[in-house]
């Protein structure tokens, strides 16, 4: 069982109306550290703002999963530089999982020398201190965890939304599949108390927040490092008696450790919505091997056939990726026979990219045209599939979450299923953070046109 640190709010808070900026790159797990960010600067006094030139204090939130991030990333500095020189008690600070990795800690120091705070995933909590130690001393922090040194509790939290919320339900990653940085930048699996689960979100259910997303590199292996019997199927059946809660969602599961107990569970828990993010990655058994996943493509399928069997109306969405080293053609057909069994409803499609430190970036590459023309088959299969899929749903009578106006029509309210298909409707503002029946009049590609029905009957 892993240690559990209390955060303390520090005594001394910042003088004057000073302002912070937090950029983000990457998944959701960044995205939620972001959030406590957000928090522990806004606990030190300072307030929010968009523009960078208002900042007293910016930080960019690093991802390095695949080379594009880590890209933006240098790119953003090298434009903060001006800044920096117009404006030097500006501190800048770089965090998350790019200096994870020492050579990358190293490389910032060194080609943007103007950066004054760098710090990992495993001291977020330090941040106040940090901050303190760089307007006192007036010289650059450089402060890299090798490794976790515990769970930090009761750390601020500023969320983006009013109506759903993020909650972390374990840190770090043991799979170590063969192409990813993950397990080396965010650590070993370890899972939070479910006691602090389960306040943090009768906490939020008090807030107002109707949905909440259990948010883990690999959700369905929760509990496995604890020294007591309790999994994430019994985490989903006590968060499922909370009152005033409407939606559990969860994200990510890994297709090996989705066991059928679970599967009973997600099928008889009324919270728990349909939906199974189960990324495959790859069709090919050969390639599965090689990246270490722990299935077979036989195993997937068949996971999948109990998942449709027990939830009927399970939506069903995936990771995809192609251009892994040594896929040969024949493997990639594995991969789009895969998509065409399974029909997923969407599914986040990745070329693979080297990741240095990884198994997989010393193994025999596939040429770049190669990925290029591979990615580009296998969006537009999954494309139609998609519109296919999307099609079968008009006439069909859904339970849609208001989350407000649509960002390109005020007339039109925007919500989603518990399948997390997106709807679109029109319907009073009013409706907003409310649930209501929505009939579909028209499948598109990426969302659902509806109508409301009015008396929740279905005409
Ligand atoms: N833990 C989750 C899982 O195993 O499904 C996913 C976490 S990972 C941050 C999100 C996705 O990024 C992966 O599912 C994979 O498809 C993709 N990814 C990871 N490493 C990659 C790489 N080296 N190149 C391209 N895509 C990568
Ligand atoms: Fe990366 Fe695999 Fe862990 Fe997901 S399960 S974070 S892909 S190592």
């Not at 303390?8 to 109306?17: D, H």
């Not at 939620?32 to 204090?57: C, H, N, V």
């Not at 953003?76 to 501190?91: E, F, H, Q, W």
């Not at 088959?377 to 989350?403: A, C, D, H, P, T």
């Amino acid at each position: 069982m892993v240690e559990k640190i209390e955060y303390k709010s520090p005594n001394k808070k910042v003088e004057g109306q000073k302002k912070y900026l937090i950029q983000s790159f990457g998944c959701q797990m960044n995205e939620r550290d972001a959030e406590s960010l957000s928090g522990i600067l806004e606990d030190l006094g300072y307030i929010p703002t968009d523009a960078q030139e208002e900042a007293d204090i910016i930080i960019l939130n690093t991802c390095c999963v695949r080379e594009t991030a880590e890209s933006k990333v240098y790119g953003l500095l090298g434009r903060l530089r001006k800044l920096k020189v117009a404006k030097p008690d500006l501190i800048l600070g770089v965090c998350g999982c790019m200096p994870q990795q020492e050579d990358v800690a190293k490389k910032i120091r060194h080609n943007f020398p103007f950066v004054d705070l760098i710090f990992g995933t495993h001291n977020v909590h330090e941040l106040p201190r940090m901050i303190h130690q760089v307007q006192e001393n007036h010289e650059a922090v450089l402060e890299v965890w090798a490794t976790e040194k515990g769970i930090v509790e009761n750390v601020p939290v500023r969320r983006k939304d009013k109506l759903k919320a993020w909650v972390t339900i374990m840190y770090g990653c043991n799979n170590f599949c063969t192409y990813c940085i993950v397990p080396y930048v965010r650590g070993r699996e370890r899972s939070r108390k479910p006691e602090d689960i389960i306040k943090e979100i009768q906490d939020l259910v008090q807030e107002g927040y109707k949905e909440v997303t259990l948010l883990g590199q690999n959700v369905n292996s929760y509990g496995k490092d604890m020294d007591v019997n309790y999994r994430f199927a019994d985490l989903l059946l006590d968060l499922d008696k909370i009152e005033g809660l409407e939606r559990i969602r969860f994200m990510t599961s890994h297709p090996r450790d989705f066991d059928q107990r679970l599967i009973d569970v997600i099928a008889s828990a009324k919270k728990v919505c349909e939906h199974f993010h189960l990324p495959a990655q790859a069709g090919s058994n050969r390639i599965l091997k090689l990246m270490n996943r722990g299935y077979t493509r036989e195993q997937y399928l068949d996971l999948i056939q109990r998942i449709k069997s027990a939830v009927p109306n399970a939506s069903i969405t995936a990771d995809l990726m192609v251009g892994f080293p040594g896929e040969t053609e024949e493997d990639f057909a594995d991969t789009l026979d895969l998509v065409k069994r399974v029909r997923y409803d969407s599914a986040f499609t990745f070329v693979y990219n080297i990741r240095t430190g990884t198994p997989a970036a010393k193994m025999e590459q596939v040429a770049e045209e190669v990925k290029s023309e591979r990615i580009q088959r296998l969006i537009e299969l999954q494309n139609k599939i998609s519109y296919e899929n999307n099609r079968q749903e008009e006439g069909k009578v859904f339970e849609v979450l208001v989350e407000g106006e649509t960002k390109n029509n005020p007339d039109l309210l925007a919500g989603r299923t518990r399948t997390n298909k997106l709807v679109v409707f029109q319907g009073p503002i009013e409706l907003t953070g409310k649930l209501v029946q929505v009939k579909i009049t028209k499948g598109r590609l990426n969302l659902l046109e509806g109508e409301l029905v009015l008396n929740g009957t279905n005409d």
